[in-house]
């Protein structure tokens, strides 16, 4: 718990806010349209750090390991839910280590196809790639391994290469699972099979649902029922005063209200995704079993 941080006081010095993926992606976007709402809310800059590598673990580790005096903050991923079953020698718990804020976006995947491949559907793609095993290349999101457990290309956390090779393969067959990012989402250079679903923090339903930029791309969930919430960006830090929690919530949430700022995020490919820090646990530690179910059932492993 906080030494002396408290709500009248806080902040009194600048924050930090760790964000685990390169700049540019969706991801740091959120994380500085967060932090200066904060810092105009809180009249101390909040300053963004890109602490990018080994899937997240590298900023997520500094974060948790910082002093528990609301200076440093972590802009939380599904990767910090995913991590757990994933890696077997982490240096934190993140669910003991970490306490919820203020969730603050989801960021819908978006399946793109070459338009060389003669399947314009999903269900039409899941009998293409039974008939053709070991053909299939994957630029992928973790969350893509929940829908097809074939040959995989990584990429770095950005989006633009797996795009690229998707793009430039010759084969014809490369596949991805993506975010859709700021400008190039209403772009239909490649043909758009299905979009992943955005969830409520409250809610434990979900419902197949359109995205906003693409009204004329169908769910994921339609065509498959257990593809849920496939990626989503959150606002987590480490123990501090529940007074200085309950501050950072009322901020955050008072800037998501604001109708310019859900439009940034519209404009973004994203969905605003509020709730209260109790609201938000329980989605983490939802998305956290759900994760380690779909590891174990495919058998991944980290390389």
Same mark, same amino acid.
């Given at each position: 718990m906080s030494r002396g941080a408290a709500a009248d006081d806080y902040p009194a010095r600048p924050v930090r806010l760790f964000v685990t993926v390169p700049a540019g992606g969706s991801p740091d976007i959120i994380g500085r349209l967060i932090a200066q709402a904060a810092s105009e809310k809180l009249g101390q800059p909040f300053v963004v750090e890109n602490k990018p590598g080994a899937s997240t673990n590298i900023g997520t580790e500094l974060a948790l390991k910082s002093a528990p005096d609301g200076n440093t903050l972590l802009l939380a991923m599904s990767s910090n839910a995913i991590n757990p079953a994933l890696y077997h020698h982490l240096n934190f718990d993140f669910l003991r280590d970490a306490v919820p804020v203020a969730s603050i976006a989801t960021i819908p995947l978006v399946m793109d196809v070459n338009p060389a491949v003669p399947a314009k559907t999903v269900p039409e793609f899941i009998a293409y790639a039974k008939a053709n095993p070991g053909?299939?290349?994957? /630029?992928? +999101?973790?969350?893509?391994?929940?829908?097809?457990? &074939?040959?995989?290309?990584?990429?770095?956390?950005?989006?633009?290469?797996?795009? &690229?090779?998707?793009?430039?393969?010759?084969?014809?067959?490369?596949?991805?699972?993506?975010?859709?990012? /700021?400008?190039?989402?209403?772009?239909?250079?490649?043909?758009?099979?299905?979009?992943?679903?955005?969830?409520?923090?409250?809610?434990?339903?979900?419902?197949?649902?359109?995205?906003?930029?693409?009204?004329?791309?169908? +769910?994921?969930?339609?065509?498959?029922?257990?593809?849920?919430?496939?990626?989503?960006?959150?606002?987590?830090?480490?123990?501090?005063?529940?007074?200085?929690?309950?501050? !950072?919530?009322?901020?955050?949430?008072?800037? !998501? /209200?604001?109708?310019?700022?859900?439009?940034?995020?519209?404009? !973004?490919?994203?969905?605003?995704?509020?709730?209260?820090?109790?609201d938000f646990g329980k989605f983490i530690a939802a998305e956290t079993d759900k994760w380690a179910k779909v590891i174990k059932f495919a058998n991944v492993k980290a390389d």
């Open positions: 053909k299939i290349n994957l /630029a992928r +999101a973790a969350a893509a391994r929940r829908f097809m457990s &074939r040959r995989t290309v990584p990429h770095d956390g950005r989006s633009q290469p797996g795009r &690229r090779d998707l793009s430039g393969r010759s084969r014809g067959d490369a596949r991805s699972a993506r975010r859709p990012g /700021a400008g190039d989402v209403r772009r239909h250079c490649r043909r758009r099979s299905a979009t992943s679903n955005p969830a409520s923090c409250a809610r434990s339903r979900y419902e197949p649902k359109r995205q906003e930029l693409l009204p004329d791309v169908p +769910a994921m969930r339609n065509f498959c029922p257990a593809m849920r919430r496939t990626a989503g960006t959150a606002s987590s830090r480490q123990r501090h005063a529940a007074d200085v929690v309950a501050t !950072l919530n009322k901020k955050v949430n008072a800037a !998501l /209200a604001d109708p310019a700022m859900r439009k940034r995020f519209t404009d !973004l490919g994203c969905e605003v995704f509020t709730g209260t820090p109790a």
